[in-house]
Antibody, heavy 122, light 109 residues
Framework: QITLKESGPTLVKPTQTLTLTCTFS??????????VGWIRQPPGKALEWLAL???????RYSPSLKSRLTITKDTSKNQVVLTMTNMDPVDTATYYC??????????????WGQGTLVTVSS | EIVMTQSPATLSVSPGERATLSCRAS??????LAWYQQKPGQAPRLLIY???TRATGIPARFSGSGSGTEFTLTISSLQSEDFAVYYC???????????FGQGTKLEIK
């Protein structure tokens, strides 16, 4: 059974760096084909893909946010970490981590965490 | 960036009736199109991928069609649990990238 859970601060100040951790079970990021991504959703708005890391440590980022994002993995801990620099109130959103469907390198997500709401405010 | 446009923004349908949701891509995405369902307070759930393949455990009343730039999600006979927001997503194979539509809210008429 695949499960994912996001953790991190619920409130950050403008200009600060956000660090979110995705802890998962039911799969290994050392297995060929596996990937974990991050997607966010501002309140009442649409989904936005942010980043993804593959089992082979290949990393992909949203072009519009690439300069602010870093994604890393800790295979031994079954964790993926996303950092986003220079946070702004418009970054207020629920942040989800999700498991990429194994059969493809494409950004297709078949299992999702419950999400964590991050508010950016001074 | 490929822009995904969904219509209508809100669709009102009675239980038992058919619902048809549309998604248009600003350029061809071949069949690299997925549909997700999201209920209030919950994470999205993958319904359809490859434009027409149902994900594991998805009921047969959900069907997807289309290719290139025009796609449709059809729910053949609406159940109470189907009222939710639906998002389409394009996912390029290479280089890997993805964009979502703005969503269609399916509400009870």
């Amino acid at each position: 059974q695949i499960t994912l859970k996001e953790s991190g601060p619920t409130l950050v100040k403008p200009t600060q760096t956000l660090t979110l951790t995705c802890t998962f079970s039911g799969f290994s990021l050392s297995t060929s084909g596996v990937g974990v991504g991050w997607i966010r959703q501002p309140p009442g708005k649409a989904l936005e893909w942010l980043a993804l890391i593959y089992w082979d440590d290949d990393k992909r980022y949203s072009p519009s946010l690439k300069s602010r994002l870093t994604i890393t993995k800790d295979t031994s801990k079954n964790q993926v970490v996303l950092t986003m620099t220079n946070m702004d109130p418009v970054d207020t959103a629920t942040y989800y981590c999700a498991h990429k469907r194994v059969a493809t390198r494409a950004l297709l997500f078949d299992y999702w965490g419950q999400g964590t709401l991050v508010t950016v405010s001074s | 960036e490929i822009v995904m446009t969904q219509s209508p923004a809100t669709l009102s349908v009675s239980p038992g009736e058919r619902a048809t949701l549309s998604c248009r891509a600003s350029q061809s995405v071949s069949s690299n199109l997925a549909w997700y369902q999201q209920k209030p307070g919950q994470a999205p759930r993958l319904l359809i991928y490859g434009a027409s393949t149902r994900a594991t455990g998805i009921p047969a009343r959900f069907s997807g069609s289309g290719s290139g730039t025009e796609f449709t999600l059809t729910i053949s006979s609406l159940q109470s649990e189907d009222f939710a927001v639906y998002y389409c997503q394009q996912y390029n194979n290479w280089p890997p990238e993805s964009t979502f539509g703005q969503g269609t809210k399916l509400e009870i008429k």
